[in-house]
């Protein structure tokens, strides 16, 4: 059963912008896992942007409750190249509430515009 769904948009120059203009902020958004490839070298800024967009997406699936934090939600991708969701804290014990048992994750960046949808399933 579906719990919730959310789709998100993120501009990809505003959103390296507001990282150039606030340096402490991707430290805010993600935890050190999402910031660097495993080649250890920093991910790039669509890639950052759409992970951006899977976290609004995630609390947009949730309903949108106030007090989830950034960092407890974690997009990372298999081997196989699929993007996926890792939750605790905050988002897991939302999801826990309502009964999300898996994620569905998708991403995209093309145009400048970097985007997610996110399916919370129970």
Not at 22 to 46: D, N, Y
Not at 109 to 117: K, M, N, Q, R
């Amino acid at each position: 059963m579906i719990i919730g769904v959310g789709i998100d948009v993120a501009e990809i120059d505003r959103f390296g912008a507001a990282l150039e203009r606030t340096p402490e902020l991707a430290q805010r958004l993600f935890i050190e896992a999402e910031l660097m490839l495993s080649s250890g070298e920093r991910r790039g800024v669509a890639s950052l942007a759409a992970r951006f967009a899977a976290k609004e997406a995630v609390a947009k699936a949730l309903g949108a409750p106030g007090g989830l934090h950034w960092t407890d939600a974690e997009v990372y991708v298999e081997d196989s190249g699929r993007p996926r969701l890792r939750v605790r804290g905050t988002v897991a014990a939302c999801a826990a509430e309502l009964g999300v048992r898996s994620w569905h994750v998708s991403l995209s960046h093309d145009a400048g515009v970097a985007s997610a949808v996110v399916i919370a399933e129970g």
